[in-house]
């Protein structure tokens, strides 16, 4: 793990009541609409004016605002920024710091937290604990400590934010609304996964208990490896796990790996969810580059468990079921599936459930494709061009946005989330890998 903290001002101070965080998101607000102000005043007298100043301007006030006030907006932030089809690249830009980069909390606020939490301190527990986080993020941050000769991560959730994940996400939605370009229903369907997912999150004593779990149940994937997690020195706020030595994808990636060590990193990758999603039923839903460390010994290294989507076992059949290139099912029973994942409803014309069905089975189609064949070069930049220009047709389609109701199991979001996480970062890898999965998904 290296220290991406360096050069950002700790925070005193964050805002914990409801009154103080609706205020930051208040002027946030004030700061938006007058951005958007000065953008059409300046359009009055440019008419060929872009709006690419004003998503800087946004994306600027809006990240500044979230950064201070870490937690669920934050992540939301950090996730929207993954789904790279749906942001202007100004935003994409900035919310990706959520990953890596937030203003670290200062040390009083971590001793007070280990004194709440653990009844003790820092330096109490361990030999040597790193006074300025190593790595801050949405949730939390990460020192470094040591105890007899041993290295360990220690996780610190910031102050406040369990407490305010509902009231967040309510605050949030404005711009998150402007931001996604979804229908109301839509996002409501969105919001409500999204509170659950995060809620489970902001719980560290889960956390542990799943990293355990599903560490236990992959050890065996070749090119894995997992950190020992302490529960002994870890609580409801504070996860103290082994530290992991090495390189992030980016990093690693600069050192100019030869393809062979790319595509065993990208098959470790592939085989760690196909297990998870295909045998565990339970996967770990948040396949950001942070995530993942390229140990020296060429392993790579999963450090995170906070977010988990346990997959109900009627979704994963007839969503898997949909992945299948040859689709040899009756039409009775395809409507069917398509009623039950919620891509169309009784409350559809004919007309619209004819459409929603073939714009469904061609993103599925798309989705599935590496499922398709033996291997799959990921490098191919074609694939990914086809991707992101559905998901610009989607955006501006206007079926889906003058839809009475939300497309689409609420379960869906994060699995598509995982999918389009895993396809990015074999992208980054270059990654040609052999696509492993259960004998009822092979051709």
Not at 156 to 185: C, H, T, W
Request: glycine fraction near 6%; charge should be negative.
């Amino acid at each position: 793990m290296s220290n991406k903290s360096d050069n950002l001002k700790e925070q005193e101070h964050i805002p914990t009541s409801k009154v103080q965080r609706a205020t930051k998101f208040f002027k946030t607000g004030a700061k938006v609409g007058g951005n958007y102000v000065k953008h059409y005043a300046k359009k009055m007298v440019n008419p060929n004016l872009t709006k690419e100043d004003l998503h800087t301007s946004n994306a600027e006030d809006i990240y500044s605002s979230l950064s201070e006030l870490k937690g669920s907006a934050l992540k939301v932030a950090q996730m929207m920024s993954m789904d790279k089809n749906i942001l202007p690249r100004a935003y994409q830009d900035k919310f990706m710091m959520a990953q890596y980069s937030a203003p670290p909390l200062s040390y009083p606020l971590v001793v007070r937290t280990f004194q709440k939490s653990l009844n003790t301190t820092p330096e109490a527990l361990f030999d040597s604990f790193t006074k300025s986080a190593v790595n801050a993020a949405s949730m939390g941050q990460v020192h470094q400590a040591e105890k007899n000769g041993k290295k360990y991560a220690v996780k610190i959730q910031y102050p406040g934010v369990a407490e305010s994940v509902s009231s967040d996400l309510k605050m949030v939605r404005p711009f998150a609304y402007r931001l996604l370009n979804m229908n109301e229903k839509e996002l409501d369907h969105y919001m409500e996964e999204v509170e659950e997912r995060l809620l489970e999150e902001t719980d560290y004593v889960l956390e542990v208990e799943r990293s355990e779990e599903i560490s236990q149940a992959c050890s065996e994937i070749p090119d894995l490896d997992f950190p020992t997690y302490y529960p002994e020195w870890s609580s409801d706020r504070i996860i103290t796990m082994d530290w992991i030595e090495g390189k992030h994808i980016k990093e690693w990636l600069l050192t100019d790996p030869s393809q062979e060590e790319r595509n065993r990193i990208g098959q470790a990758l592939w085989d760690f969810y196909n297990h998870q999603i295909h045998n565990l039923k339970k996967v770990h839903a948040d396949p950001h580059p942070g995530n993942f460390i390229i140990q020296k010994n060429g392993k790579l290294g999963i450090i995170d468990f906070g977010c988990v989507k346990v997959i109900p076992e009627d979704f994963y059949h007839g969503y898997f079921s949909l992945i299948k290139s040859d689709l040899l099912i009756k039409e009775e029973e395809l409507d069917k599936i398509f009623f039950d994942l919620g891509f169309i409803s009784d409350k559809d014309t004919v007309d619209e459930q004819k459409y929603f069905k073939g714009a469904f089975r061609s993103m599925i189609s798309l989705l599935g494709r590496p499922f398709h064949s033996e291997t799959f070069d990921f490098a191919d930049e074609s694939y990914f061009m086809e991707i992101f220009e559905m998901g610009d047709k989607i955006g501006n389609d206007k079926m889906f946005k003058k839809s009475r109701q939300a497309r689409g199991s609420r379960h869906g979001l994060y699995i598509n989330r995982t999918y389009f996480g895993i396809y990015n970062l074999l992208h980054q890898l270059g990654a040609n890998i052999i696509t492993t999965k259960p004998e009822w998904l092979k051709i």
